[in-house]
């Protein structure tokens, strides 16, 4: 089951559909897709092997609105009666804060809808002005009143939301794929006192919002904008070993297909700040490193060891997964032995002649100290290794 911080929900919504409906739920996820609205549906987030019912209920607590998409059709399917039940059970027990919202299909009639949502406002999908309304809700309504002011750490330690509500919680880019969550304006403390390379600590102040990708970029998502992968590429859903060049490269192509020139790596500041999260310990979750195991794949025991499909960890309060181990992170930085004259601004010190890039977060096979939030690595930009990957930073 995904953990997700209080007050929060990884999709917008919870598509409950009738495969027979697929030509127009087709239809749908892309205006879907168009609003940047994220949405949870079978298709896409069942894999043969799974439980059908464990992921239903894990759709369902990961989403904050419920969308029963309303026909003939869906009366009469199995699978889709079961996902009726729980949608209702949650709908009804008093124990969900989600809301239902029924939503119907061109060949739908009132005797299609459930008694017990026949009263409540629903959306006609032919009817473009109730849509437009609809999508515009979703968007007005992604924060809560506390999440408007603030989110609250695993430790007690809170941050500020973006001071902007205007601002969307999530974003999806239309030629990857990649999901993206938002990373509020901040203040914090960079670097510790453990090694020379992570002094002098010091306070950076991040000025503006940007989005940065909630999992590391997969082979899936390389090969969508790159048009090519690597021999050695196993599952979509890995995370692609590549040099920072390459990652440049990947980038750049992203910039000039969207007609944009918004995406880039992370600045160093900018990775630590997004995965302490507000929080000052060792780790984003305190300093037991007892407890890393739970939100990352790492370990000297796995030596000879490899990458793990994204996501498979508890993420950190802000929804990054995989921020520790699995695969180390490209920044955009160049390399240097300590925080002397550091930028105090957030943004990337490429100063200097090091061939060299910073990589953070760790990998599989590392020990605790190296996944530590301010743990920090030095490797060639030239050179790919299959243990160091990227995320992607989309600016505001």
Known sequence: MKLLPDNSFEYDVFICHSSKDKPIITTLIEDLKNENITYWI?????????????????????????????????????????????????EFSGNSKKRVIPFLLEDCDVNDI?????????????????????????????????????LTASNGVSYFQSRNPEI???????????????????????????????????????KNSFYLGKYLVTHKQWRTIMDSDFPSSSKDNFPVGV??????????????VEGENKYRLPSEAEWEYACRAGTKTRYFFGDDESKLGDCAWYGFRNLFGHAHPVGEKKPNPLGLYDIYGNIEEWCQDKWHDNYDVAPSD???????????????????????????????????????????????????
């Open 243 to 256: 040099s920072w060049n390459e990652a440049i490269e990947f980038i750049k192509k992203i910039n000039m």
């Open 114 to 150: 459930p008694t017990l949502l026949r009263d409540k406002k629903r959306v006609t999908y032919s009817n473009k002005t109730e849509f437009n309304e609809f999508i515009n809700f979703l968007k007005n309504n992604r924060l809560s009143e506390t999440e408007t002011n603030s």
């Open 346 to 396: 957030g943004s990337a010190w490429e100063d200097g002649s090091s061939s060299n890039r910073v990589c953070r977060g760790g990998m599989f096979n590392c020990i605790a100290r190296d996944c530590r939030s301010a743990s920090r690595k030095k490797y060639n930009s030239g050179k790919r290794r299959f243990h160091i990957g990227f995320r992607v930073v989309r600016e505001i």
């Open 168 to 206: 969307s919680k999530t974003f999806i880019s239309p030629s990857t794929g990649i999901k993206f969550v938002l990373i509020p304006e901040g203040e914090f403390i960079m670097g510790s006192e453990n090694l020379d390379n992570e002094k002098p600590v010091h306070k950076v102040k991040i």
């Open 42 to 90: 079978d298709a896409e987030q069942i894999e043969f092997g799974d439980s059908i019912t464990e992921k239903i209920t894990e759709g369902l607590e990961t989403s904050k609105y419920v969308i029963p998409c309303l026909s003939k059709n869906l009366k009469n399917s199995g699978w889709t009666r079961a996902e009726y039940g729980s949608i209702l059970n949650a």
